[in-house]
């Protein structure tokens, strides 16, 4: 009974030493990422691969009644003759469970490896084959010689002895660290002006980190940048959105790079709606959404809007300067009176989508009144402006002070911007421009 537990305990143990090997290897196979998943399947496979087995083999071996016998015949004929069959059985267990062990642990670790070496390429390719041939050369002897020793059952053993060595060192190959990309070159070219140069530097970089936003946001930059092909840094940019890889903060962020570019370099405000429109659509609820939709607010509607935002724009001397008493220029020429009533059209049509743009009827009034010399149309639209409710005190100051000064020195109707004098003064009393309607008023007076 001892030698049988002896043989039982120490079979038993070498099938548990394969089993335990087994998962310590194949965990250490998969990547970081991934070893949860295959943890999962360890369990599930060793369950159907392993224990099923091995339980089986101990049902069949147990023998449940005088019809069902023991499968193996030392069993059979211990319990016949009335013997100590236990020991017997002990003896058999130990070997089916060494058996089954060895066997499921080459199997598992022959799948594992195979899978790890899915996608392998180049160099660390040729690496994983050289570490195959180099573990079966140094370990066929030794496998060899265990087929020999204990014939077919021993066949798993001697297959797990070859695959212990290629799994052990497998993953230095297969979990190598990958250098991260190095633009140092390709921004010295770009400040250089080698841009073609930059361009295949990049390209070479990706070639090592394929999906490297860094490098694919410094392509399109260039594209758009220097080679001034909006079109394809716009499919370099929703390329990169599209990569499964990429963030969220990184899709919002190159979307806003192209809207900038867009602004920038192609000047158009609908193609950078469109791309703050993405971080919208996909990004739904979040408050990178909200800093988009906030922008988009803000673009202007057409291209002719953006080029006027970026021209530098005259500052509008006082209403009730010096200049006041200076005659009205003339138009110099029949080119500046087209281009004056083009620009009043084009207030008028953006009025007409909008009446309550504040800015565009100020400026239409300023048309009206100081380019094509209709101070009455001017009049109106600051009589329009100054009706509108909820109107800072400071604006509708201003706007007495235009209506007045135009009365004055367009109209040549002194009494009338007099009375308006009067209400901006009497209104807001402590403005800048009340202290400079007691100023005109008192020179007026002294004209009499």
Known sequence: MSLALSVFIGLTFLGAVFVAATWGLS???????????????LLAWSIKGLILPASLWAIMNIGLSWDLQPFMPQIQAAKNSGGEWFPEFLRVLGTGFFIVSSYWAAATLGWSVVNARVGLEGEARSDFKALCWTALLGMFLPATIIVLLGGWPT???????????LAGYAPSILQRKKMPPMYARAIANLNF???????????????????????????AELYANHFHNMAEAEQTVLEVCDHPRTTTSELSVALQKLADWQLKFAQDPD????????????????????????????????????????EHKPIPMPALGDTLDEESPPL???????????????????LKQDPNNIATREKLARIFTERLHQAELGIEQITLLLNMSGQADAKRAEWLSLAAAWHIKYRHDPE????????????????????????????MAARV
């Open 155 to 165: 066949i798993g053993f001697a297959a797990t002895v070859i695959l212990t060595p």
């Open 332 to 350: 110099d020429s029949e080119l500046d009176y087209d281009a004056a009533v083009e620009s009043a059209t084009g207030c008028i049509e953006k």
């Open 271 to 310: 193609a950078a709606r469109r791309a703050l429109r993405m971080i919208c659509d996909r990004l739904p609820g979040t408050h990178l959404a909200r800093m988009a939709q906030l922008r988009i607010n803000q673009l202007p509607p057409t291209a002719e809007d953006l080029r006027e935002q970026r």
């Open 27 to 41: 965990w250490r196979l998969v990547p970081e990422h991934r070893r949860g998943q295959q943890l999962r399947w």
């Open 416 to 443: 009338t911007g007099r009375n308006i004098l009067e209400q901006l003064i009497r209104e807001f009393p402590q403005s800048a421009q009340a202290f400079a309607a007691r100023r005109r008023i008192r020179l």
């Open 193 to 219: 002006g080698k841009y073609t140069e930059a361009e295949w530097e990049i390209i070479n970089q990706l070639e090592k980190c394929e999906d490297d936003f860094e490098g694919w946001m410094m392509m």
